[in-house]
């Protein structure tokens, strides 16, 4: 069975500055997605970034890009210039491409704290 | 604006009620799914559906059921609550062969005394 980890229970950054929050899965598989999704206190689940996996480049949004290492197995997400906006539960996740339903499997959450 | 919504914000049940939880989707999806949230675990996926009156238990069934009776919604069900069911229910909707991320509801915050 898959698994994702996410090794940082919280974090804490300066506003403006960067910030990466890391995630490592395990998979048997080629042939997947990954994705980065946000929870702010309101509880709303917002997708941040995907990856595919047969695509070597790595996803960007905006100020969130990612770093996609197949081989290793990892999937960290980069955070520029944070914003107080951008505090939040970070939940990283993984899904088979071919499998029915879209069964995403997560990792445990990051808490991301902003200082002003 | 899509949305999946949650009945209740939040809910505060007594241990052996029966508990309904429900979730509606304006968006023709075919996927649905419900997710228990707890700290430290992440969001672990309780059932899912992939069509009407279908069911797929996901990593922790125990003690819940579903009901697809429209596409439209997905009700989990606690049979007789327990104390260590007190969580965050999440709800979430995806299209069928879309390689997209879904659809979250705001989530029930679910208490068992």
């Known amino acids: 069975a898959q698994t994702v980890t996410q090794s940082q229970p919280e974090m804490s950054v300066q506003e403006a500055e960067t910030v990466t929050l890391s995630c490592t899965y395990d998979t048997s598989e080629s042939d997947y997605y990954l994705f980065w999704y946000k929870q702010p206190p309101s509880r709303q689940m917002i997708l941040v970034i995907r990856?595919?996996?047969?695509?070597?480049q790595n996803a960007t949004e905006n100020r969130f890009s990612v770093n996609f290492q197949k081989a290793a197995k990892s999937f960290s997400l980069k955070i520029s210039d944070s914003q107080l906006g951008d505090a939040a539960m970070y939940f990283c996740a993984y899904r088979h491409r071919i499998q029915g339903a879209q069964k995403l499997v997560f990792g445990q959450g990051t808490r991301l704290t902003i200082n002003p | 604006d899509v949305k999946v919504t949650q009945s209740s914000r939040y809910l505060v049940k007594r241990t052996g009620e029966k508990v309904f939880l429900e979730c509606v989707q304006d968006?023709?999806?075919?996927?649905m799914f419900w997710y228990r949230q707890d700290p430290g675990l992440g969001l672990r996926l309780i059932y899912f559906?992939?069509?009407?009156?279908?069911?797929e238990k996901g990593d922790i069934p125990e003690g819940y059921s579903v009901s697809r009776e429209k596409k439209e919604r997905f009700s989990l069900i606690l049979e007789s609550a327990s104390t260590n069911q007190t969580s965050m229910y999440l709800c979430a909707s995806s299209r069928g062969s879309i390689p997209a991320g879904y659809t979250f509801g705001s989530g029930t915050r679910l208490t068992v005394v």
């Open positions: 968006m023709d999806h075919e996927n």
């Open positions: 559906s992939y069509d009407v009156k279908m069911k």
């Open positions: 990856q595919e996996a047969y695509k070597q």
